[in-house]
Every structure is written in C-alpha cells, then in structure tokens.
C-alpha cells in the first residue's frame, strides 16, 4: 500500500508551502514528488513531469498570481504528438491552445492530471497569504492565472480551499485529500489480497470509511477489513438464486450489481424497492411472502453494517417488521425487540458501535410506538442502556446525557408507589450513567448521585431477588471510584464489602460471567486499598482476583471485558513491583498492558486505550527508575503523552490531572539524570497542570501527593540553579 501525490507549485510563489507540504505528507507509504525532481532525469522537464503524473495517485495545485516558466516549443510539439486526442478529451484546454496562449509548466500539470484522469487537488491562496521572497507577480501573470482559473472551471474543476497560511493548507490537503487516498489504497491492497473484485463498493467503502473523523487511521483500516470481511460473508457469499421467486433473485443480483459498482444506497433502493413490491402479493402466498422479505431486508441489513451505516440498518429491520406484521403495533414491537437484543449483545460483546447505532435506532421506534405509561416507561430504559452502553466508548459525553434523560423520563412513567420493582431497575440504570459520567467530571457530585440511586434500588430488592447482586456490584464500583478520590479508606472498605456480597449470589458455577465482572471490580478496590497500605496483602490479594476474572472473559468471547481484566491486572502487578527489589513483577504488569491494547485500541475504545496507555507508562518509569540507562523513562514519557491525546482536560479532567502528575514525576526522574535544567521545568508544568484539577477541596489526598511531588521539582531546581552559578 503506497500513495504518490505530485506537488504543482510555482516555487518563486509558494516554496515555503510546498516544503512544509512535502514534509507534512512523506511518510513511509507516501511519496511526494515537485518539479525540481525531474529537471536533471534527461528526456526533457515536461516529457518526465508527464511520466510521473500520469502513474502517480493525485496532483496538488497551488494557484496563485505567478505562472512560473513555460516548456520550449520542441518538447510541447512532442506532447501533441503523443497525445493527438489532448484538446478531444479537455475542449476547455483545445480552447486556450487554439487561440495561441502559452501554458506554464506548472499550469501544465494540472491540465495532466486531468488528462490521465487523476485526483486534482486545487487550492487558491487568499489575497492576504504570504508569499515566498522571490514573490514578483505581474499584470500579465495575474491576468494568465485568471485565465487559467477559468479554464478549469469549465473543465469542472474549482479550486476546494483558499489557504492564507502553510498550516492551514497543510491540514486541508492531509485531511480532504491524503487520508482519502490511504484508506482507499489501504481497501484496494485488502481487497487484492482476498480476490474481492468490486471495485466500486470498495470505493465507496472507503470513502465513507474516511469520512469518520471519530476514526484515526488505525480505526479506519480495522473499519476497511470488517466491511470486506461483511462483504465476502453476506455479499458476495450470499445467495442471489433463492427459489423464493424471480422479484426476490432480479434484486438481489442487482443489489449485488450495484454494491459492486458502489452504489450501496441504490442496492438498499433497489431491495426496498422489491420487498415493498412483494407486499402487495395474495395473502395465500404468506409464507413465501415473508421468507422473501426477510431475505431482502436482512440483506439491505447486512449491506448497510458492512458500509458503516448503523442507521441504515436500523431502517431496514423496521422496515422488515413492519411489511411482515403490518399494522399488528405488537407483533412490530416483538420483532424489533428481538433484532435489537441481537444487535446489543453482538454491539457490547463484540465491540461494534456499528451495531450499537443501529440498536439506538430500534429503540427510538419503539419508544415513538409505545401506546401506554408502562411500554413508554420500559422504552425508555432501554433506549437509556442502548445509550450508555455506546456513550461509554465515545470521547464525548453527549450520549451518556442523553441516557440519563431518557432514565429520568422512565422513572416519571414508572413511579415507585406503582411500579416499585421496575422502578428500582431504572434507578440503578440511572446509577451506571450517572457513574460513567462522574468517572470524567472532577467533582464527584455525580458520584455520589450515583450511590443514592444504588441504595434506592437495594431498597426495593430482597436478597433472593436476581438484580440485588447486579446492584451491590455496581455500588461497590461507585464507591470504589469515590474512595480513589478521597484520603481515608471508608469508601474503598465498603466498596470491597459490596462486591462481596454481589459474590455470594454470582457464584462461577451458577453465572460464570457476572462472577468474573465482580472479581474484576472486586480486585479493582482491594488495589486501590493495597495502594495505601505499607503491606502487600491487598495487592496480592487484588492479583488472585484478576487472574480469577480471566478464567472466565476469555478474549475470543468477551475481547473488551478480557482487555479491561488485563489492564487492571497490570496495575496491581505494577504497585506490586513498585514495592519490589525485582523486576519481574514489572515484567509481567508490562506484558497485561500490551495484551490489553490490542483489545482496547484508540479507534474502538479511546478513553479506556488512553488508559491503558497511562498505565504502561507507570510501569515502564517504574523500571526506569531502577535502571542506569534511560530508555524506559523515555518510553514512559511517550506512553503518558498518548494518553493525554485522549484523556484531555476537558473531557475526563481527573484522569487527565492524573496523568500528568505521572508524566511530572518521570520527567523529574529524567531532570535528575541530565545536567541541564529543561526536564525539570517540564515536570514543574505538568504538576502545576495537575494541581488544577487536583484541588484540595475535590481531591484531597491526590492533592497533596501532587503538591509534594511539586514542591520536590521546584527544589531539585533550585539545587541545580545554585550549583551552575557557582
């Protein structure tokens, strides 16, 4: 896989935005080639520029008020010659030859592009953009650029950006044109490799696939390989001769057609389009009436899924129930109920928020067809844990908000004095998106919302009831998250006891699931506890419990709960270490983390990659620490900066405040080693950025830990000010 981008510049004009450009776009699987490239090759400037162009992938074209120089006549005698149909294929250029106009090199590499049908990237400098020193336009020249202009617009090709600064170039061309062209290259390389020959749906595909810019490129080529995967699966492994009738065969081979061509939307059209067609046949002809529509619009289903498209989708199982049961509202809402089960497990265990979009989809119909204060009150809900369940994952938090609401707007159609035991499993519903959100806020008001609304739901249930365990979980993580943040262990304490509890009721052998979740919690406070403990118990103890959770989340069932069971693993292990003359338990924490990330990657989970990664840099400062060398503190200095791409202040501030204490303390071990002072006023920084969030009032103990982690730079600083000076 490997992109190759031409940059077509007029360099007295733009030399600083073509050198800024090219620095920005090279990189190991791009190439960027200018002009000066090829003066020197023989054969002449315009004969090398035209063998480039036409095997190369795009052209960026810079106009500005210079034309640069033109070829001699000989070589432009030559082009014509070898191109006899140039003015056929682009009148607008025969025009301007016709009428004697002289071109430049540069406005030559446009009209080549063109010729040899590849991506034209034009961009316009503003009346204000700097200029290069040798920058001389001319009457003449500004007149010929006009011109120039004008001809590609007839050729119906405009300029896509006007750019005042090499930046503001640099990151519309990265992001409008290069990422394009990466992911397609990237979808063409998988698709030869697999023997998939639909050229105009991996088109599509990718361009769609490119358009997510929640996505980095990672994501996006893990988005790539599950649509082909989707394809060769349901597409073009599907069937297209069904014995269902000739309607059903015409639109599944012309849907397969159309995907192919990269025509997805007018496959889902055309599928539609036939299933709305079969609904109109005798009712005899029910049972094959409803195999076919089930055939069309699992289809149209699966068309939309493998194009990133979970609203589509979501329309498509609608539209399924509802030519299948009609007006019949409760058999519609039985059906959707059960693909939007499907679509939760397959979202949540599997990781596709793909899937999880479709389901937000389904439970949206089915709150806007609930008919009673009970279905509106259980639509709700469920539309809060579709939600929840996608806004967990997502870098903002609009999603968890809008699960709170809908919790909110349950409870209102579920009062406890009429529905005491559906009203306690909305509030402890509200309790997990009340919990997520306090995990991101620095103040804990949303936490200890979250307790109430756990306590409340214990009130309801006995013992014997099956969501008391599931709510003494829960609570034990609420308390677990408000302990961290407070100085003395009550909270911890009692969090370690509600997990406890919630494990007399989940035992291995009656819920082997729901036990391993709560070991994981349960390990999760015990570390936080064994953290401010002198001894080892609680962290041992913190271990067994991970290493217990593993044998029942394996990766290749539940592949984010093992990824989430591996990092706290490592954590424990790390504090262990931390305690150690030996490394080998710094070993082993080190080994969980790089397990967990390749689960927990960025494009599918950021936060919590962020937090894995924030991990791996504590265990690696603390192997730093204990070695001559400075390696690890380095890799634990990058490992920290990755998670602040993620975990930044606005989004998640104490676990971005978090951050940067660690990443302050590995830069002061660094200061340390260094004779110069500028790791030292690096660490200073990010304790001071620390503190910010860290208050005393919010966070006491972590505030005094960053506080004396601090004051310990400030002086190290000090010390090593006096001793340069004398």
Known sequence: MSVRIFLSTVSDEFRVYRDALRHDLTRPNVEVKVQEDFKDLGRGTLDNLDGYIAHCDAVVHLIG??????????PLRALSKKYPDLADKLPPLGEVLGSGVSLSYTQWEAWLALYHDKDLFIAKAAD????????APTDGSRAAQAAH???LRKAGRYPGHTFIGPADLAKHIAYSGVLDLLVRAYAEEIARTRDVGAE?????????VAGDRALDFEGMQQAVRTAIELYERKIAGGETRTNIGAIVDEALAKARS?????ESGEARAALRKAAESMRREEEERRERYVAAQTALYHRARDIALAAYDGEAAGEAIIALAEAIHGAKAPMVARSLNSEAAALYEYGRDRGSNVHLVALIRLRRKLLDVASSDDERGRAHDNLGTALLTLGERERGTARLEEAVAAYRSGLKEWPRERGPRQWAITRNNLGNALLRLGERESDTARLE????????ALSEWTRDHAQWAVTQNNLGHALTRLGERESGTARLDEAVLAFREALKEWTRERMPREWAAAQCNLGNALSALGERESGTARLDEAVLAYREALKESPRGRVPLEWAMTQNNLGLALAKLGERESGTARLDEAILAFREALKEWTRARVPLEWAGVQNNLGFALDELG?????????DEAVLAYREALKEWTRDRVPVQWAGTQNNLGLTLMRLGERESRTVRLDEAVLAFREALKEWTRENAPHYHGMAQRNLDRALKLLRSGWTKNEI
């Open 65 to 74: 008020d210079m034309t640069g120089s033109a070829p001699p006549e000989l």
């Open 128 to 135: 204000g953009a700097e200029r290069g020193p040798s920058y």
């Open 149 to 151: 202009l004008a001809a």
């Open 200 to 208: 105009g749906f991996i088109r599509e595909m990718a361009k769609k």
């Open 258 to 262: 159309l995907v192919d061509a990269g």
């Open 449 to 456: 919302e979250s307790v109430a609304a756990y306590r409340d």
């Open 625 to 633: 620490e204990r070695e001559s060398g400075t390696a690890r503190l």
